[in-house]
């Protein structure tokens, strides 16, 4: 069976990022923790949150690495001298990846109630008309 690439089509050129990217995306682990949604805000803007109930801000990481928006969580163990008698909240990590696409920016990130808002804007790319010269050979 023949892979079908975006590179396959002459007059898709310059698309060799977009068809890694859904390559990246395809192998990337869909683990469901922490829960999180995604709203558009506005025509230009969205708002990712996660729930992360029982993280406190030091916890919590938020980096962009190559176009990629990351948040991490991992919970200090500050269990020393308790004694549990059942314990069903666990202290697990996460790690949770957006790629970001051109012009996008990320805002603000804000905790409040046991969810995280991470804000992000996309900047209106202005229309360029470029006429190309034609010399004689």
């Known amino acids: 069976m023949t892979k079908l690439s975006l590179g396959a089509a002459p007059y898709l050129l310059g698309f060799e990022q977009l068809e890694r990217l859904l390559e990246r995306n395809a192998k990337s682990g869909n683990e469901g923790y922490p829960p ?10 969205y708002r990712i949150t996660l729930a992360v109930a029982g993280f406190s801000q030091r916890d919590l990481a938020i980096t962009i690495e190559d176009r990629q928006l990351v948040i991490r969580g991992r919970q200090h163990d500050e269990t020393e001298g308790r004694v549990f008698l059942h314990r069903g909240i666990a202290a ?3 790690q949770r990846s957006f790629v970001l696409a051109d012009g996008v920016e990320v805002g603000e990130a804000v905790m409040e109630n046991g969810l995280l808002h991470v804000d992000l804007t996309r900047a209106e790319p202005e229309t360029v008309v470029q006429t190309i010269q034609i010399r004689k050979g």
Do not use: G, V
């Not at 999180?36 to 803007?45: A, L, M, V």
């Open 36 to 45: 999180f949604n995604i709203e558009q805000t506005s025509d230009n803007s």
């Open 92 to 94: 697990r990590q996460f």
